[in-house]
């Protein structure tokens, strides 16, 4: 079982549509974080937050906005998405981000893929 | 330009055999390294690290190398089981960017199948 949760598993949404992915976090970390999984491309880094604060943004268009409530709870907002945004969207974790320390554990949630029509 | 990639796409071997992933990278400042391991359905999961102070580190049936001269990881897996079937990453952290895991950089990912 993980200690990180995403909702919903599975979402489809037309291009006009308004939806938000959910993730909450169960281990006490302090930073949370939003990757987009493509087929045959490497994990892309969006979003990163630490301690509450956005410290990262990958260059990631406005369409998606991110939301961080407090240090357990992550939201991706989702709104005019196009069909190339179709992807698994992965939420995790660590400790902390940045600082210099080796720690590059991350914990991830099982992911919500999403299809936009 | 600077990746971190691995060789095959796809790697198949029998069950109880040895299996070992490969990935290159080409960033010089990389200084930390780390597998993950993700299983259909799931998201990934941290399997062992190697910091460029060494050569060679070693978990649980699997062993990690690095190669800084000709900038090669691998990870050999020992007796190869069913439960390996995955997807598996290596993730590159530069070292001007600290070892936290925002500095990470993903390759593409190798899937290992086990014939039964």
């Known amino acids: 079982e993980t200690g990180v949760t995403q909702t919903p598993r599975h979402l489809v949404m037309g291009m006009t549509n308004k939806k938000s992915l959910k993730c909450e976090q169960h281990?006490?970390?302090?930073?949370m974080y939003w990757y987009k999984q493509s087929a045959k491309k490497p994990l892309e880094l969006m979003f990163v937050?630490?301690?509450?604060?956005?410290?990262e943004n990958n260059s990631v268009p406005s369409r998606f906005s991110p939301e961080c409530p407090n240090s357990s709870h992550l939201f991706l907002h989702l709104h005019t998405l196009q069909p190339e945004d179709s992807a698994l969207y992965l939420c995790a974790s660590s400790q902390e981000a940045g600082g210099w320390t080796y720690d590059g554990e991350l914990f991830f949630g099982e992911g919500s893929r999403l299809t936009v029509l | 330009g600077e990746s971190v990639g691995l060789h095959l796409p796809t790697l198949s071997v029998q069950e109880g055999d040895n299996s070992i992933i490969n990935c290159a990278y080409s960033n010089s400042a990389s200084d930390y390294f780390i597998w993950y391991k993700q299983e259909s359905g799931k998201g990934p999961q941290f399997i062992i690290d190697?910091?460029?102070?060494?050569d060679k580190r070693q978990g649980q049936r699997v062993t990690v190398l690095l190669n800084k001269t000709v900038k090669h990881l691998s990870l050999q897996i020992a007796a190869t089981q069913p439960g390996d079937s995955a997807v598996y990453f290596c993730a590159e952290n530069p070292r001007y960017s600290g070892g936290g895991a925002d500095g990470l950089t993903f390759g593409k990912g190798t899937h290992l199948i086990i014939q039964p």
């Open positions: 190697i910091r460029s102070n060494m």
């Open positions: 937050y630490n301690f509450k604060e956005q410290t």
């Open positions: 281990l006490g970390h302090n930073a």
